[in-house]
């Protein structure tokens, strides 16, 4: 499930939310809650596009 994840992010360009995901699913990650995740995500990929 993870990397048909990591797959379709990958296709549709979403760089940041690609790095913010994969260290999310390491064991030494912050324990996020549903709305803590998406909201890591999206300012990780707001992040990543206001740095290019």
Known sequence: ???QT????KQLR???MIRAFSSS???QSVDYTNDE???YLIQSE???RQNR
Do not use: K, R, V
């Open 37 to 39: 995740l998406i909201a």
């Open 25 to 27: 699913l390491s064991p």
């Open 46 to 48: 707001w992040d990543d």
């Open 14 to 16: 979403l760089h940041g």
């Open 6 to 9: 990591l797959e379709q992010m």
């Open 1 to 3: 499930m993870n990397t």
